[in-house]
């Protein structure tokens, strides 16, 4: 299987380091990062258009499947105690935020991604409880893609901590980017189940060294998520991952960049 170089966690930067190129996720979620001071909430339209403003390689958001089988973009399963899977998309994105705006449908982020043609779109689909709406939800994301000809593996990934949806999506579009999100299962596991991906928390590498092994020995993507102190992001950036999901992007940037320019000056 042919090793691909991807992301995972809300908006992505592409730099440079050393031998290979890491793709940075940058965690859009409210009260992390300085989406309040960029006056946006996480997992928004206006999240992904700063993403496209700012020339980021992609942009990751959480998807819900509601009752009425529309689709939601947000973080976390209620809005202000409002369960998602049980209510309707229209009163959902009717909410209002202390800031003025609303959740955004599927549609409306889309819409946005529309307007540039490289940044990737990073679904992350939230696990329901129904594991049949499971199936459901995965269908309609693919038919929303479609509807906005979005449907390329050059634009679009997929990740999620539901086993069911990953295996439905490799299923249906094995050419895509789909990473099992977690960090509980061997990567040969994962790799047997036809899932070409893996989107692990950094403590799983910590407890397990050989996965990282077992992961390239497949070619599957790699990505290391919530890493945020920088000795946590020494350690991480020396694995090598595809990716490095964090929310302290700026200073994985700027490590990065002091990495490559110590590479730089040692030749």
């Not at 302290?248 to 730089?264: D, V």
Request: hydrophobic residues 40%.
């Amino acid at each position: 299987m042919k090793k691909t170089l991807i992301l995972a966690i809300l908006s992505v930067a592409l730099v440079a380091c050393g031998p290979k190129e890491h793709r940075i996720a940058i965690v859009a979620h409210q009260g992390f990062w300085d989406c309040e001071e960029a006056h946006f909430v996480g997992n928004s339209v206006p999240s992904l258009a700063q993403a496209q403003a700012n020339d980021f390689w992609g942009s990751e958001f959480d998807v819900h499947l509601t009752a009425d089988d529309g689709l939601l973009v947000f973080h976390n399963n209620d809005i202000f105690g409002v369960d998602i899977h049980t209510s309707p998309l229209d009163s959902l994105t009717a909410i209002t935020y202390p800031n003025g705006m609303h959740p955004a449908s599927i549609d409306d982020y889309l819409s946005q991604a529309e307007q540039c043609a490289t940044t990737k779109l990073v679904f992350e689909l939230k696990p329901h409880p129904d594991p049949e709406r499971e199936l459901v939800f995965v269908d309609k994301v693919i038919e929303a893609l479609k509807r906005h000809n979005l449907y390329t593996p050059k634009r679009v990934m997929f990740i999620s901590f539901s086993l069911n949806m990953c295996k439905r999506i490799a299923e249906l579009c094995p050419e895509f980017d789909n990473q099992y999100l977690g960090f509980d299962i061997d990567p040969d596991e994962i790799f047997e189940m036809g899932i070409n991906g893996i989107d692990y928390h950094f403590s799983a590498f910590y407890q397990h060294p050989e996965w990282l092994e077992h992961a390239r020995n497949h070619g599957m993507s790699l990505n290391i998520w919530t890493v945020d102190q920088r000795e946590d992001l020494e350690k991480v950036i020396a694995m090598e991952p595809d990716a490095i999901t964090t929310n302290n992007p700026l200073l994985l940037r700027e490590m990065l960049g002091e990495r490559e320019l110590k590479q730089k000056k040692q030749k």
